[in-house]
């Protein structure tokens, strides 16, 4: 009964250490947006293509929710970009607006989600052309 015992300890010790590890060093590398220059960005209106949710028990029933999504609608290169563990309320085919680096090609954030009439015109035509592909959305690899 004594070795059960030190067995489950041990076990739950490693496990607890792994989780404590894998979210805090998760994190920290993560660019945040008030690490830059706010004039450094640019704001362009962008698509979400995808969200997820992950469980974390330490919380509870709490969940990250991360949202994957498209940027520089109107050019033939989509640009990509992903923001984990997010607090904004959003729905897959979504318009939203993006933070984009001016300098930093690929750094982008998720911003607000009031898109004006001309931005949306962009969503639009984007939404066709990815309708006219025959695709979900154009120059996105679904996975």
Not at 75 to 81: L, M, P, Q
Not at 113 to 130: A, C, G, W
């Amino acid at each position: 009964m004594k070795d059960l015992k030190n067995t489950l300890f041990l076990k739950n010790l490693f496990f607890s250490l792994f989780l404590v590890t894998h979210f805090s060093c998760n994190r920290e590398n993560q660019p945040k947006y008030e690490d830059y220059n706010e004039e450094d960005f640019l704001l362009v209106p962008g698509i979400v293509t995808k969200v997820t949710r992950t469980p974390i028990f330490a919380r509870g029933w709490w969940y990250d929710y991360n949202i994957f999504y498209a940027y520089s609608l109107d050019s033939d290169t989509i640009s990509v970009g992903k923001e984990m563990d997010v607090d904004m309320a959003v729905s897959e085919g979504e318009a939203i607006y993006i933070l984009v680096h001016k300098y930093k090609k690929g750094l982008s954030f998720p911003t607000g989600r009031r898109i004006t009439p001309n931005d949306e015109k962009v969503i639009q035509r984007y939404l066709k052309k990815s309708q006219d592909h025959g695709v979900k959305y154009f120059g996105i690899d679904e996975k």
